[in-house]
């Protein structure tokens, strides 16, 4: 492969601290996407959070296990399908002029000017993979490697477990790595550099960021003057959603009578099911009754901020 970035460090000479260190230090693959607002899972905020150390290094799940296990087996399948030879990279790579811009690549293709993305996704991935249909965090990634390391093209390889096992193509493309550069470099400059978080979307990660933000509480009441109209509005939609939701739980049992004893019933519009459903739950107050010492060992308390809206009554 031949590239134009730099070697940053070997990656078999660091340790799992080493490795997290300099990944909080600059900005992957996968940042490119939170910072395009492409990640569904993670916002602007807590990739902030996270490059300034204030967020716990992320534990490793069984979708974390699941793919690191099997990278080395989608990359033999991508060999087979694609008849190309890949090799592991070894490195963290960087980009030569714009530093803070680092690319963990699974592999590399030989003899060719590219690479391979691994990923490895579940049936509940909506995605049309046969139809070509790539998650945009995805294409964002790999374009995130392609303006680093200067190579070609990326592969990308998934497999979507007890579904199917598909590869695609993505070319570089100029335009886009020069915007993907510049939406980098805004986030590196203007909110790590300069220690100014980004505004918090209102996500449940992104106010939970804020609590690592602003740890301590202040009885000083803040002037939210430049932002009443936003108070507004939001008590407005809140009254909007609540009537919205009154309506369709009416039409929710007009059609629960409608159905009667039957499980099904169907009209030009669509289909109505209305089948018994077992659910399983745990009683916790009977749970730490019985078993106070395993209620103790299970249990967990987390701290987090609240954001509640309270509308003024009778105001003049």
Request: net charge neutral; glycine share 6%.
């Amino acid at each position: 492969m031949k590239t134009q970035a730099i070697r940053k460090a070997k990656l078999k000479d660091l340790s799992q601290e080493a490795w997290r260190r300099l990944r909080r230090e600059s900005i992957g693959g996968s940042d490119a996407a939170v910072i395009m607002g492409l990640n569904p899972w993670k916002s602007r905020l807590e990739l902030y959070c996270d490059k300034k150390g204030l967020l716990e290094d992320a534990r490793e799940n069984e979708a974390i296990r699941l793919g690191s296990d099997l990278e080395d087996y989608v990359a033999r399948r991508f060999s087979e399908a694609a008849g190309k030879t890949v090799k592991r990279s070894g490195y963290m790579w960087q980009h030569p002029d714009h530093r803070f811009m680092t690319a963990n690549i699974d592999r590399e293709i030989v003899g060719e000017n590219a690479l391979l993305e691994c990923k490895t996704t579940s049936i509940m991935n909506r995605h049309h993979f046969a139809g070509g249909d790539i998650p945009l965090q995805y294409y964002v990634q790999c374009m995130h490697y392609l303006a680093v390391t200067g190579c070609d093209r990326a592969y990308l390889a998934v497999l979507v477990l007890n579904r199917g096992f598909y590869w695609y193509v993505i070319e570089r493309d100029e335009n886009e790595i020069e915007s993907l550069i510049q939406a980098e470099t805004d986030f590196w400059k203007k909110h790590i550099e300069a220690d100014i978080p980004p505004v918090a979307d209102g996500s449940d990660g992104s106010l939970n960021a804020l609590g690592r933000l602003y740890p301590e509480k202040s009885s000083v009441t803040a002037d939210i003057r430049d932002y009443c109209g936003d108070v507004e509005r939001y008590i407005d939609i809140g009254r909007l959603i609540k009537k919205l939701e009154a309506e369709k739980t009416g039409i929710k049992g007009r059609l629960a009578s409608a159905l009667g004893e039957s499980e099904k019933g169907e009209c030009a519009a669509g289909i109505v099911s209305f089948l018994p459903v077992a659910r399983t739950s745990v009683n916790k107050d009977k749970l730490k009754e019985l078993y106070p010492d395993v209620y103790a060992e299970v249990s967990e308390t987390k701290v987090s901020r609240v954001l509640k809206i309270t509308e003024r009554k009778n105001l003049k």
